[in-house]
């Protein structure tokens, strides 16, 4: 079992991904069979359990929260074990992910693909639109620009 699932009935994670992902409570309705009450009820108890689920996720990775978007499943935080910047991920696809701020050569990893893949999904269900010269990005310096790792 996932940490997301364990907080989330398979319906309240399809309801609340479906907006996450940008259809409107009353699409939702409409594709459901469900009035748009029915759907604001659900996505208001989904928010609340996707905020504990991040907030858990943080604290067992050893993270101090900056941020959460529980509409969108994402929290930001700082790692006191590796003192790098950490953002924690939600979606229906890949579950919940924790990617580490890093410096490092992405090209002799056996998960070069597998990261790339994943960030590329990240920026498309985001709505994000990556340049050729960003396609073209080892996965650590893509996650950096997506994921709002860049120094303020």
């Not at 479906?18 to 469900?34: E, H, Y």
């Not at 050729?132 to 620009?145: D, E, N």
Request: charged letters at 25%.
């Amino acid at each position: 079992m996932s940490v997301i699932t364990g907080y989330l009935t398979p319906r309240l994670f399809d309801i609340w991904d479906m907006r996450r992902t940008g259809l409107l409570q009353s699409d939702i309705a409409v594709k459901l069979g469900i009035s748009r009450q029915a759907v604001n009820q659900a996505l208001l108890e989904a928010t609340e359990k996707v905020t504990k689920a991040l907030t858990e996720a943080a604290m067992i990775n050893k993270l101090a929260v900056e941020s959460i978007d529980s509409t969108t499943g994402l929290l930001t935080g700082w790692s006191r074990e590796f003192s790098v910047k950490a953002v924690v991920s939600v979606t229906k696809r890949d579950g919940m992910q924790v990617w580490y701020e890093h410096v490092a050569d992405c090209a002799p990893c056996n998960k070069y693909s597998a990261c790339q893949a994943y960030l590329f999904r990240f920026a498309s269900e985001r709505n994000i639109k990556l340049t050729k010269s960003q396609k073209k990005l080892p996965p650590s310096k893509l996650a950096k620009s997506l994921l709002g790792m860049n120094e303020n």
